[in-house]
């Protein structure tokens, strides 16, 4: 797999989770508000309702336990009242209930009066899942710890103690919220999030895939100025200019084939006067070159034309360039074939070296040979010139080590 396609895989893949975390913790934190704002609105109506209720007369509808009771009536208006006055567009009461203990039965809860229109019978059990939390907080300002769901629907149920003059327990009010249409808008607000998280995730899509070509092709630039570099065109250079990591390297890059072109440099210069075989070895070579005066053995070979002189007055200058070009070229190439290296020219004579720069046990075997080869070298090289017209040439050659 490409770096570019990794890498943009990677972006979208961020931004992805990262929307998916968002939507997450929106919805999450967006029902804990509505619910929070919700429950604060039950518990505050239930709270309002009972302190309106006479207690007195709530307690009279307990102890006589008959709808046609008119202190059950009386409470039955109240609590009518009270839910047409609470009932709003953002919020729908659907039911007020009065709810008290079985006396005989403390683990038992019991209906007094509802507002329902199919309302429970003064005294009827009380069974929702809510019956143990409202015993237990029957003296507390409550309501339910999260949203009911039934088969009516979605509710919420805030809760509120009634209390006697002297502030003794006689019932509690719950007070019922339809729920549905808050979920409805909440799930309304989520799709809308959803949608706009969606936009936000081709938006990322998008700036990912822009990310990933432009680094790509950055990266792209500095490959190919590396293969042209490793082909042997050590004049190339990049021309990425940024101020990152793609610039520095852009720099770098540029500082090595400048060192490889200079390299090469000395390194063609260097085999004007040594063979390949030596340069290579030096080249190598770990140990550091000494700039330095020093003493060793070398075997050196001096050699030049015969009668130069005389030959060179018979032939016009041009020729006699050419024939020295051919003769050192004939005899550079029998030098460093025989591990030789080339000290200087002097006129028509050549300088040569064996056992320099580097060591070599057998010095003077290869400058015997070598003087050999260039003496057959020169007679090849004079057998071409007679046949071109031209005098032969002869060589005078020494040995010294």
Sequence with gaps: MKYRTKLYISLVGVALASIILGLVIFSTEAEKLVFKMMRSRAVS????????????????????????????????????????ANRREDLYIADLSILYPDPENPNALLFNVETDPDPALPGAVY???????????????????SFVTDQYGVWLSGFAPIRDANGNYVATLSVDINAADIHM????????????????????????????KKVTIALHHLCDVVEDIEEGKLETR??????????????????????????????????????THIMEKIIQSEAPLKLEGERRKVTLLFSDIRQFTLLAEKLPPEEVVHLLNQYFEQMIEVIFSHSGTLDKFIGDGVMAEFGA???????????????????????????????????RSQMGIGVHT
């Design 238 to 275: 990049s021309t990425l200019e940024s101020n990152d990591e793609f610039g520095e390297l852009s720099n770098r890059i540029n500082a090595m084939s400048r060192g490889l072109q200079e390299r090469e440099r000395l390194k063609m210069s260097f085999a004007r006067y040594v063979s």
């Design 45 to 84: 109506i239930a709270a309002t309702v009972a302190s309106q209720l006479d207690p007195a007369t709530v307690k009279q509808s307990i102890q006589r336990v008959s709808e046609k009771d008119p202190a059950y009536q009386s409470v039955l208006d109240n609590l009518r009242k009270a839910l047409d």
């Design 185 to 212: 808008q909440l799930e309304e607000l989520i799709k809308f999030a959803i949608w706009g998280l969606l936009s936000s995730l081709l938006l990322a899509i998008g700036i990912a895939y822009f990310l990933s």
């Design 127 to 145: 069974s929702d899942t809510d019956k143990d939390l409202i015993l237990k907080n029957k003296d507390k300002y409550f309501s339910d710890p």
């Design 357 to 391: 720069p580097l060591d070599d046990e057998f010095q003077e075997e290869h400058a015997i040979r070598a003087a050999i080869a260039m003496q057959k070298a020169l007679m090849l090289l004079s057998k071409k010139c007679e046949a071109e017209g031209k005098p």
